[in-house]
Structure formats: structure tokens, C-alpha cells
T-cell receptor
Framework: DADVTQTPRNRITKTGKRIMLECSQT?????MYWYRQDPGLGLRLIYY???????NKGEISDGYSVSRQAQAKFSLSLESAIPNQTALYFCATSDSGVGYTFGSGTRLTVV | DAKTTQPTSMDCAEGRAANLPCNHSTISGNEYVYWYRQIHSQGPQYIIHGLKNNETNEMASLIITEDRKSSTLILPHATLRDTAVYYCIVRVASNFGNEKLTFGTGTRLTIIP
């Protein structure tokens, strides 16, 4: 099994719908992150969490929310999806902010 | 975090050493150099990092110049599976409140059979 598992792998949704992307990890890391990647661009940080009681906004948090249900689980929600949220989403973990482990990504299309 | 500059693309023959340069002339004393790669829309993969000494692991070697203003990632015997976008990132090792890994556009490395 992968160290960082994201579900679903692909999703097509309609504008205005609520959608949740899920991430679970078996690394035992405290820190978890959500990034998005747009074609030809680097990754941008959406939210991050240092533990279950800690949530922090990244550089592009508008339109997104997160929930840290447990040390191993960190979910990302789009309350009302819009087309410019079409992107590749990655979850990542780290133990001390040094090396990050990324999931395989969720390709989200909002039509 | 210091800004980095990398070539947009590079080719390397299979079996040869791939040398990927990175300039980071504004690096500060407590900032490390990190390398990640991303293979065709997969999640980025950590490769190696260093502060000022050269580093080697099972994947690659990292050579940092004495003035720390540039570095080179070396893949000693490139294979087709090393075809990817390689990102050079400069940041402090662990900095609460500054968790952002800033990925630029990286270098697209193509290994030629």
C-alpha cells in the first residue's frame, strides 16, 4: 500500500457541487498538506496542518476548507466547485518539514 | 525563501551521468538546497537535500559550490525512468510558520535511449 493515499484518483463534477477529496497516510507523520497544480505551473499550497488541532491557510485557501479527522487523515473540501478549481490536487506529509512524501494526486475537473 | 533558476529543459543519453544545475545566488546561511522530481503528473518525489557539504544517497549526488550560490544534482547512470521534471528548492530545514515548498517550473530532463 502507498504511504500517502488519495481518493478519488479522478473526479468530474458540476459547477456549484460540493466535493471532498480524501487523504490518508501510513507514515505516522504529524504534518499534512494540500497542494494544487495547474498545467505548466508549479505546486501551490492550499492548507496545511501540524496536528489534529492545528489548521493553517496556505497561499490559495479561498474556496477550500479542510478537516483533520485524525493524525492519518486530512480531507479537502470544495464547498461550491467552480471551473477554475479544475486542477491536479496533491496531498503530502512530512515529519519535520524536511522531506515531503506526496500522494499520487487527484485529477479534478469542474464542468 | 531564496529564488532559484534552472534551465527549462535538458537531454541526457541513457547510461550517462545527468548533471542538473541550479542557481540560488540569494541563498542565506540557514537555507538548505532541496531537490524533488515529478514524473508525468505523479506526486513529486523527494531526492536529496544539503546545506553546504556535498551529499550522496542511493538516488543521486548533490554538489554545492563553496559560496553556496549554485548547486548541481547528479544522476550517475541515467535511465529512461529518470525522465521527469526536476525541481530545485531553497528553504530553511524546518520553520514553523513557513511551511510552503515553493516549486518553480523546474528542469524537464529527457533521457534519450
Amino acid at each position: 500500500d502507498a504511504d500517502v493515499t488519495q481518493t478519488p484518483r479522478n473526479r468530474i463534477t458540476k459547477t456549484g457541487k460540493r466535493i471532498m477529496l480524501e487523504c490518508s497516510q501510513t507514515k505516522g507523520h504529524d504534518r499534512m498538506y494540500w497542494y494544487r497544480q495547474d498545467p505548466g505551473l508549479g505546486l501551490r499550497l492550499i492548507y496545511y496542518s501540524f496536528d489534529v488541532k492545528d489548521i493553517n491557510k496556505g497561499e490559495i485557501s479561498d474556496g477550500y476548507s479542510v478537516s483533520r479527522q485524525a493524525q492519518a487523515k486530512f480531507s479537502l473540501s470544495l464547498e461550491s466547485a467552480i471551473p477554475n478549481q479544475t486542477a491536479l490536487y496533491f496531498c503530502a506529509t512530512s515529519d519535520s518539514g524536511v522531506g515531503y512524501t506526496f500522494g499520487s494526486g487527484t485529477r479534478l475537473t469542474v464542468v | 525563501d531564496a529564488k532559484t533558476t534552472q534551465p527549462t529543459s535538458m537531454d541526457c543519453a541513457e547510461g550517462r551521468a545527468a548533471n542538473l544545475p541550479c542557481n540560488h545566488s540569494t541563498i542565506s546561511g540557514n537555507e538548505y538546497v532541496y531537490w524533488y522530481r515529478q514524473i508525468h503528473s505523479q506526486g513529486p518525489q523527494y531526492i536529496i537535500h544539503g546545506l553546504k557539504n556535498n551529499e550522496t544517497n542511493e538516488m543521486a549526488s548533490l554538489i554545492i559550490t563553496e559560496d553556496r550560490k549554485s548547486s548541481t544534482l547528479i544522476l550517475p547512470h541515467a535511465t529512461l525512468r529518470d525522465t521527469a521534471v526536476y525541481y530545485c528548492i531553497v528553504r530553511v530545514a524546518s520553520n514553523f510558520g513557513n511551511e510552503k515548498l515553493t516549486f518553480g517550473t523546474g528542469t524537464r530532463l529527457t533521457i534519450i535511449p
